[in-house]
């Protein structure tokens, strides 16, 4: 009779002892990652193929990155950084990102969570086309700036008694009194000198 009730005593003990554990233990389960309290449980989740944990869910294991203007396309894993390089074209500079790249700087850093598409952007090129002219004459105007690429125009006048003597410079042709210069691609100067105009006069007749 005793043996029964010291069995029955110990045996409810343990079913006391169980319950408490299992609503101790309950209360420190998660999902996945590191439980702290009062002990450190380490967890890790179960993900489908394709997919990887991020620390809160499960996600794709691999984004796309669509570069405008520049390298750096492709697929990557979750997690990576990439760096994108702007590629400039000839007659430009580059001026900034926009979209998923950032900065100043023709190479920018892009974080890999999610399909990213970066543009590069770019300002075309102006340079200074300047003038000299010789005695005798002038050129209009004395200077002008043209994008890269682009060609403009001159107005050669000589000076009273004054010929255009020649015109030179820009790559350009003189076509009457106006000089038009070929496509620009760096800063140059038009130049234009003048010839002094002799003749002959005859004495006046006697009456």
């Known amino acids: ?29 998660a999902s996945a990652g590191t439980v702290s309290g009062d002990f450190s449980i380490s967890y890790s989740a179960s993900c489908a193929g394709g997919t990887v944990w991020n620390g809160s869910s499960c996600v794709p294991d691999s984004y796309t990155l669509t570069v405008n203007g520049g390298t750096g396309s492709g697929t990557f894993s979750y997690g990576t950084n990439q760096y994108p390089v702007a590629s400039v074209p000839t007659g430009y500079s580059f001026s900034s990102w926009s979209g998923s790249c950032s900065g100043g700087a023709s190479s920018s850093a892009v974080y890999m969570d999610a399909n990213k598409t970066c543009t590069a952007n770019f300002s075309i090129n ?25 060609t403009t125009s001159f107005t050669i006048t000589p000076s009273s008694g004054y010929s255009i003597n020649g015109t030179t410079g820009c790559g350009g042709a003189l076509s009457g009194s106006t000089y038009t210069t070929g496509a620009i691609t760096s800063a140059c100067t038009v130049s234009a000198s003048f010839n002094l105009m002799t003749g002959t006069h005859s004495p006046a007749s006697a009456s």
């Open 1 to 29: 009779m005793l043996r029964n009730i010291i069995f029955n005593h110990f045996k409810y003990i343990a079913v006391v002892v169980i319950i408490l554990m299992a609503v101790f233990v309950s209360s420190k389960t």
């Open 126 to 150: 102006s340079y200074t086309v300047s003038t000299s002219a010789g005695a005798g004459g002038s050129i209009s105007p004395t200077a002008q700036t043209v994008n890269y690429g682009s």
